[in-house]
C-alpha cells in the first residue's frame, strides 16, 4: 500500500529557509500527483503546493506563490518544498499526500488524497 515520509522540518527564525522531503512507495501509478498541505493549530488543512509528477506541472496556493517551490526527484520518488523568506504565519504541521491527478482545484480538496504522512512541523520565529 501507499506510504509517504516527510522529513526536513524544525525552527528557523525569519527570513530563514526549509527544504521539506516526502519520501512515495507503493503507489500504483507511476505519474500521479504530489501536493503538500498544511495545518495550523486549531485550523483546517489547506494546500500548499502541487506537482504532476508525470509532467512535472506545478500548482501554488496563492500565499506559497513566489515563495515555495516544488520539485521532484522522479529517480529517488521524493517531492520537495523549497520554502524561503519564512514567516511566523507559516508555522504549521506540513504533510504530503497522493493521488492520481493535479488539476486546478487540487489543493482544494484534501479530502480526495490519500497516503497521508505523519507530518513534520515548521516552527518560524
Known amino acids: 500500500h501507499v506510504q509517504l515520509v516527510e522529513s526536513g522540518g524544525g525552527s528557523v527564525q525569519a527570513g530563514g529557509s526549509l527544504r521539506l522531503s516526502c519520501t512515495v512507495s507503493?503507489?500504483?501509478?507511476?505519474?500521479?500527483?504530489m501536493a503538500w498541505f498544511r495545518q495550523i493549530l486549531g485550523k483546517e488543512r489547506e494546500g500548499v503546493a502541487a506537482?504532476?509528477?508525470?509532467?512535472?506541472?506545478?500548482y501554488y496556493a496563492d500565499f506559497a506563490k513566489g515563495r515555495f517551490t516544488i520539485s521532484q526527484d522522479s529517480a529517488k520518488n521524493i517531492v520537495y518544498l523549497n520554502m524561503t523568506s519564512l514567516k511566523p504565519e507559516h508555522t504549521a504541521m506540513y504533510y504530503c499526500?497522493?493521488?492520481?491527478?493535479?488539476?486546478?482545484?487540487?489543493?482544494?480538496?484534501?479530502?480526495?488524497?490519500?497516503?497521508w504522512g505523519q507530518g513534520t512541523q515548521v516552527t518560524v520565529s
Open positions: 506537482i504532476y509528477t508525470g509532467s512535472g506541472g506545478t
Open positions: 499526500a497522493v493521488r492520481r491527478f493535479c488539476g486546478s482545484m487540487a489543493l482544494t480538496q484534501p479530502e480526495t488524497f490519500g497516503g
Open positions: 507503493g503507489y500504483t501509478y507511476s505519474s500521479h500527483c
